[in-house]
């Protein structure tokens, strides 16, 4: 992007004095130029440098500004943070009022430099560095402010919040390192409470979450990633496994206004959590006898045992929401019925619970043996189990239903799992962990092969017959495209073909309503920060909008949509706050920094998630983790560095 002026990283780019048409390019920037509708981002400063969009900011009244956030927001567990920001803040604000000196100067960046070398948390550490960028960069600024004697101007509008790497990447807004600092001083109940706050599904998502926080936390400069994940299912496991008081909902009921959510996988639970703490009478409609939609039906016991989901269920019905199981809806039930009924606003979270095609020959010739993987799984929590004792089973596929459905069989009998994907290991859409899970349980693959033809005898399955691939260019998902081998035919010997390729929405849920769009997908059109479709009072969360996605995406779609219903039901405008706003900013810009070299001695490795034996795994369907102990938590726990960061825009228009 065309910049200004930028340090950020350390990367200069200064066009000061030269025509625009001549700006030099900032590639590695991704600072969005609005904020909102109509009110563009004229600057932005915070933990990496500066970064100035227009020649209309006073550089010395942002700087002020900007200390002043970190002073409020400094923790106080550290005298050079809490005392050292105090007194940059009583130097700033001296300089812009016009009674400053010189001397100032100087005294304000060693106070800068040893604020950043000494401080315990990132806050303290990264904060100073913008006002040290400002001091060498705009030091003519800052000369002028002294000798002019007079306040410099302060008529822009700015906007600031902290963030962290691993808070900026959570679809829900969990504040990270606070809750796991609550761990760390052996508070776990405190932790809970905090992870609550963004969601209501800590025991699953500290079970099946693909954790994105991991991939951004600083701590994988040093040696190895904070187990965020299996921090959070800790702090739930503490309160479940307790005889502890839980929490109530001081709002239950307190409302009128009637809010019906279908689908009771982690979006639907989530929204009904959000809507019942805020005091609506809300009731879920799920077509299933369980809870937790693709997590309850779609991942194994062993991953995610269903007792668990089904106090988590329970917690959230405790709350205040209505939970209808065996209730499909789009029939005899349908969202005008139920608006007949008094339900103001409506919550479509039904999930992808529909096998997509592969493409192969044979798939639809009704052969014993061909399953495909969501009706696998499905059957395998709600009748039971395909029968694959001693036989030889494969999985088409390489996402995470794929690794599920592998790792299934294992635990029934299966003689051999062999899973067949198109591209190579390092494409795998799965998440790395499961990956290497079912490696460790004998799971086989075969990569660079694509199924063409079902191979069978007298209507049973015998093998897959593949055709060899090699990559091509990128296609759409960035990933390099699989192109045939022709002639290079070859058969898998197989008893089960499981396929597991991808998942449809089921959108019978939109019978008898008009307005709604869909995408070429199936899925269903909302606008993506308030969640509301194009009829006011339908908004929608998880699989059916983002297609087959995470489970914390689907939460983070919730508890935004459930905002949203309070706004819309509320007369108020269905909008983004400030903070939001903020965080759509820094996650653009980016709050983590893959190659920055942050300092700390390597050493203090991950604690490893204790696992149950290998023949216990292979002979049931236990839980495969089985959780940290309260010392195990706090050590993992202590290694988090609290990289909280303060992030400040300044906006061209002050309303």
Excluded at 55 to 72: A, G, L, P, S
Excluded at 132 to 142: E, N, S, T, W
Excluded at 206 to 231: D, M, Q, T, W, Y
Excluded at 370 to 386: E, P, S
Aim: with cysteine.
């Amino acid at each position: 992007m065309k910049v200004l002026f930028s340090s950020w990283n350390d990367e200069i780019i200064d066009n000061r004095g030269v025509d625009p048409a001549n700006w030099k390019d900032a590639p590695i920037l991704k600072l969005p130029a609005e904020f909102d509708k109509g009110n563009n981002i004229t600057a932005f400063m915070g933990w990496s440098g500066i970064i100035l969009l227009k020649d209309i900011i006073n550089i010395v009244d942002m700087c002020t500004r900007f200390i002043e956030k970190v002073q409020y927001e400094s923790c106080g567990k550290c005298y050079s943070g809490r005392i050292g920001t105090a007194v940059m803040q009583k130097l700033l604000r001296k300089i812009a009022s016009g009674e400053g000196e010189e001397k100032d100067l100087t005294q304000l960046s060693a106070l800068a430099d040893n604020i950043s070398n000494t401080s315990k948390c990132s806050i303290g550490q990264t904060s100073p560095i913008p006002i040290l960028h400002a001091l060498k960069y705009f030091r003519d600024d800052f000369v002028t402010a002294v000798k002019n004697k007079k306040p410099v101007s302060n008529s822009n509008r700015y906007e600031s919040k902290w963030t962290a790497p691993c808070y900026a990447a959570c679809p829900t807004g969990m504040d990270i390192p606070s809750y796991i600092e609550f761990i760390k001083e052996w508070r776990p109940l405190e932790s809970l409470k905090r992870i609550r706050e963004a969601s209501p599904m800590a025991a699953s998502l500290g079970r099946a979450c693909f954790h994105p926080c991991e991939n951004n936390c600083r701590r994988e400069n040093v040696e190895r990633a904070i187990s965020i994940c299996k921090l959070k299912r800790f702090a739930w496991d503490y309160e479940d496994l307790h005889s502890i008081s839980k929490p109530v909902n001081e709002n239950k009921h307190i409302k009128e206004d009637k809010v019906a959510v279908f689908g009771a996988g982690p979006a639907g639970l989530s929204a009904a959590y959000y809507l019942a703490m805020m005091g609506y009478r809300v009731t879920v409609f799920e077509s299933l006898p369980v809870p937790g939609g693709m997590v309850g039906v779609g991942i194994p016991q062993y991953r995610v045992p269903k007792e668990v989901l089904q106090r988590e269920a329970d917690f959230i019905r405790d709350m205040g929401a209505e939970i209808k199981y065996n209730t499909p809806v789009g029939k005899d039930i349908t969202i005008p019925k139920l608006k007949e009924q008094g339900y103001k606003a409506f919550f479509i979270s039904t999930g992808a619970h529909l096998s997509k095609k592969m493409g192969a020959e044979g798939e639809d010739a009704g052969y014993d043996g061909f399953v495909r993987g969501i009706d696998y799984l499905r059957d395998c929590v709600i009748t039971k189990c395909y029968e694959v004792r001693g036989k030889r089973i494969i999985v088409v596929g390489g996402g995470n239903v794929a690794m599920d459905c592998c790792r299934t069989p294992v635990r029934n009998g299966a003689k051999e799992v062999t899973v067949v994907y198109r591209r190579t290991k390092k494409e795998l859409p799965a998440d790395p962990h499961e990956v290497h899970e079912s490696e460790v349980e004998g799971v086989k693959y075969i990569f660079l092969a694509a199924p063409k033809r079902i191979v069978a005898e007298n209507g049973k399955v015998k093998g897959l017959e593949c055709l060899k691939m090699e990559l091509g260019e990128p296609d759409a998902s960035g990933r390099r495209k699989p192109v045939e081998v022709k002639g290079s035919e070859f058969i898998v010997p197989a008893d089960i073909i499981i396929q597991a390729i991808g998942q449809d929405c089921d959108l019978s849920i939109l019978n008898g309503v008009e307005g709604v769009k869909l995408t070429k997908w199936q899925t269903i059109v909302a606008d993506p920060d308030t969640m509301q479709t194009d009829v006011p009072y339908i908004f929608t969360g998880g699989d059916v909008f983002n297609g087959p996605l995470t489970i914390v995406d689907a939460a983070g779609n919730a508890r935004r949509a459930a905002e949203s219903i309070d706004q819309y039901l509320s007369n108020s405008p269905v909008s983004l706050s400030i903070d939001q706003k903020l965080d759509k900013v820094i996650k653009k810009l980016g709050a983590y920094n893959k190659d920055e070299k942050v300092g700390k001695k390597a050493g203090w490795e991950r604690v490893p998630m204790p696992t149950i034996e290998m023949d216990r795994r292979l002979g049931s369907f236990d839980e495969v983790e089985t959780g940290y102990t309260l010392q195990q938590a706090i050590e993992e726990a202590s290694r988090c560095m609290r990289c909280y960061q303060i992030g400040m825009v300044a906006l061209e228009k002050t309303v």
